[in-house]
């Protein structure tokens, strides 16, 4: 169970860290922030290659498939909090989905 508990903190500091840098980067072209906030952007970017490597699980492609799905509810709720974004129905199901399959990629028994 800690191994599952620590696996998930990983995954949500990883989406920090690379939802983070895509909308620091964002924030600094498309907003006009300026290159601060671009800088910003590659330093998230570089921290979440490296709390990905945290991740117990030994296969890479496993980690990085199942992150894809954490990737997409994340960028969702942080639209939601930093942007104001109003997601419908179909947004709530889609992660739902992608959370599914993580679930069945990182945490199914395996023999």
Known sequence: ???VLRSVVLFVLAAVAEIG?????????REHRGLWWIAGGVLALGAYGFVATFQPDPNFGRILAA?????????????????????????YAGAIICLLGVVVIMY???G
Do not use: C, E, H, I
């Open 1 to 3: 169970m800690m191994t």
């Open 21 to 29: 840098d895509a909308w620091l980067v964002w924030q600094g072209l």
């Open 67 to 91: 992150y894809g799905g954490v990737f997409v509810a994340g960028s969702l709720a942080w639209g939601v909090v930093m942007d104001g974004f109003r997601p419908d129905r179909w947004d």
């Open 108 to 110: 199914a028994p395996r």
